[in-house]
């Protein structure tokens, strides 16, 4: 079966830096998404990944490892508004995206 | 530029009423998609459309049915509506032909059925 693991809710300090994991398994692979969700927003996409790599944007980064099945999302220097939850979301052979629960980060002062 | 729109915003429905969730997009996409959200759980699809004129089943279609009849709209429609549809639905569009492509979201509508 398709399945997007990722931790339920992690917990960072203001100014730190924060990795959030996703692993992934589908039929056929194209691509890995990371999508920023404010409470009671909708998603906002954040970033990309089909190559292995770090692809970086301003504070934020993503890594891929086809691979391994993993990727992960670094946060920089946290801001008290990336309070949010991030969702992993990976493409699969019929270009569908199999999405995970979300990781829920609360940043403290 | 508004992007997506959803209508309505929030909505409480007394079960085994017809609803429809109407969703407009003014990028162009081709292809367009219909997501339900629940605490704990990822977003999973109910229906899509790669083009107008065309619809495909998602991860969870049943008790659901859209159309495109246009490029602009996909409207959704609950034909009896059921306890366990109470959720948050959110429309998306994407310039996707048979590629990958970023997926673009609606602000969602929040619906109850009791």
């Known amino acids: 079966g398709q399945n997007i693991d990722q931790p339920t809710e992690m917990t960072a300090t203001e100014g730190a830096i924060v990795q959030i994991n996703c692993t992934y398994q589908?039929?056929?692979?194209?691509?890995l998404f990371w999508y920023q969700q404010h409470a009671g927003e909708a998603p906002t996409f954040l970033s990309y990944n089909v190559l292995d790599g770090l692809e970086e944007k301003g504070r934020f980064s993503s890594f891929l490892s086809r691979s391994k099945g993993y990727s992960y999302l670094l946060l920089k220097e946290l801001q008290m508004k990336d309070s949010a939850s991030y969702l992993c979301a990976a493409a699969d052979s019929n270009y569908q995206l199999i999405w995970g629960a979300g990781t829920k980060l609360i940043i403290k002062p | 530029i508004a992007g997506i729109t959803q209508a309505p915003t929030s909505q409480i429905l007394a079960a085994g009423r017809r609803m429809t969730l109407r969703c407009t997009q003014d990028?162009?996409?081709?292809?367009m998609y219909w997501y339900r959200q629940d605490l704990g759980l990822g977003l999973r699809l109910i229906h899509y459309s790669n083009t107008a004129g065309t619809t495909g089943k998602g991860e969870v279609p049943d008790g659901y049915s859209v159309s495109r009849a246009n490029t602009d709209d996909f409207p959704l429609t609950l034909a009896s509506a059921v306890p366990s549809q109470t959720s948050v639905y959110f429309c998306?569009?994407?310039?996707?032909?048979?590629?990958?492509?970023?997926?673009?979201f609606g602000p969602g509508t929040r619906l109850t059925v009791l």
């Open positions: 589908t039929s056929g692979f194209n691509g």
């Open positions: 990028m162009r996409h081709n292809a």
């Open positions: 998306a569009s994407s310039d996707s032909n048979g590629i990958t492509d970023t997926q673009y």
